[in-house]
């Protein structure tokens, strides 16, 4: 994509709201002219708090700094984990209280990389969407259709991609007149890394070579893969392990964490554990890698609701948890087939549990139906 003027811009895209089947190439250029027309852009990054979401919303940043001289404000309504203090340009996001924000104050909202308004703009998304409606936001995301998708409709770009950071890389950057800075590939290269899983997941169309490319355009690899986990992940991961439940007869392992737990968490780690996000090392290590369990749940209560994160197998004749939690009264769930997350409105945990238990047991039992 070559540079326009202001005319061409505002003369192609008039043209292209007025699109009624959409292409994703329309709707990349339709937001690349709402970009060119905006006065004031909030780039929102998504919780929780990872690699692939924050590189992709400092990604666009720096994007639209380059490309249309425009700074745009980035926030995120989750701390940030002292393990993120070293990825270039950090200090750009920044963490808010979400009624801090003057949502009147933005003609263009960007959202990246989430499927949900919860994950996005917390449990007040209701309050916020009742000031602004629909119309300032748009979506740029690589994870299973959901609600916010349908929402936004031609102001949603969602591919089924290995990362949200590929889907910045091919569809605006790439095609435009930016090269990358080493930073700003570095950035790219954690998302695609963290979300690849160290290229264990199974493998999506492009993504080798994306990474090859990032790597051409000094991406610091050494950086990247030279990842330490602290000693309270650590520490964690033990006590996880030791308080698993395992289900054999539907594969499924389960840590659930009510109230009492939630107790001995707190004096084992502080009052702040879950923000921390030592729990993420025990999903991703140990969720879906014991044999014979191909699912892995975690389960607890959070603000008078049960939330909870699943990982799945992703290889072999697996169900989908989404499917299964779907039919037992989830509020919302979403992800991709192999990692995602939920929540149910209920405090009674065992419930919830015992629900799932039953309906795992079924899917197991009509796989062709919960894939």
């Known amino acids: ?42 780039i929102v990054c998504s919780r929780p708090v990872d690699p692939d979401s924050l590189s992709s919303g400092l990604t666009v940043s720096w994007w639209i700094e380059r490309h249309f001289k425009q700074t745009p404000d980035i926030v995120i309504f989750h701390s940030i984990p002292d393990k993120f203090t070293n990825y270039p340009n950090i200090e750009s996001v920044k963490f808010k209280n979400i009624d801090d924000v003057n949502w ?36 740029i995301d690589h994870h299973k259709q959901n609600i916010i998708h349908s929402d936004l409709r031609h102001n949603s770009l969602r591919l089924d991609e290995v990362c949200t950071g590929k889907i910045i890389y091919d569809y605006f950057i790439k095609p435009s007149t930016e090269n990358l800075t080493e930073d700003i590939s570095t950035l790219l290269y954690y998302g695609l890394i963290d979300d690849a899983r160290y290229f264990k997941n199974e493998p999506y169309d492009g993504m080798y070579s994306y990474a090859e490319e990032l790597l051409d355009q000094k991406a610091r690899h050494s950086e990247v893969m030279n990842t330490n986990v602290s000693k309270e992940s650590m520490e964690f991961l033990a006590w996880a392990i030791e308080n698993t439940q395992f289900y054999p007869e539907i594969e ?17 780690f ?29 389960m607890e209560l959070n603000k008078g609701k049960v939330t909870l994160g699943w990982r799945t197998r992703n ?27 939920a929540s149910f409105d209920t405090t009674d945990i065992n419930e919830v549990k015992q629900k799932i238990i039953h309906e795992m047991e079924k899917a197991l039992a009509e796989k062709e139906n919960y894939k």
């Not at 292409?23 to 937001?31: G, K, P, V």
């Not at 960007?110 to 916020?128: H, N």
């Not at 993420?280 to 140990?286: L, M, P, Q, S």
């Open 1 to 42: 994509m070559v540079k326009y003027s202001k005319n061409q811009l505002f003369y192609r895209y008039s043209s292209t709201s007025m699109i009624q089947d959409y292409s994703t190439y329309d709707i990349a250029q339709h937001i690349i002219g709402r970009i060119f027309n905006a006065q004031q852009i909030l």
């Open 104 to 139: 009147k104050g933005y003609d263009l909202i960007i959202l990246v990389d989430s499927s949900a308004w919860e994950m996005l703009l917390t449990d007040k998304y209701e309050s916020v969407l009742a000031q602004t409606g629909f119309e300032p936001f748009v979506l």
């Open 252 to 268: 499924t392992t389960f840590l659930v964490i009510d109230d009492e737990k939630d107790e001995e968490l707190i004096n084992k």
């Open 270 to 298: 502080g009052s702040k554990w879950r923000l921390g996000g030592i729990h993420k090392y025990y999903i991703e290590t140990f969720s879906r890698t014991v044999e014979g369990y191909n699912y892995g749940i975690l």
């Open 315 to 341: 290889f072999g004749d697996n169900v989908s948890i989404q499917k299964v939690l779907e039919s037992v009264g989830v509020i919302q769930a979403g992800g991709h087939f192999g990692a995602g997350g």
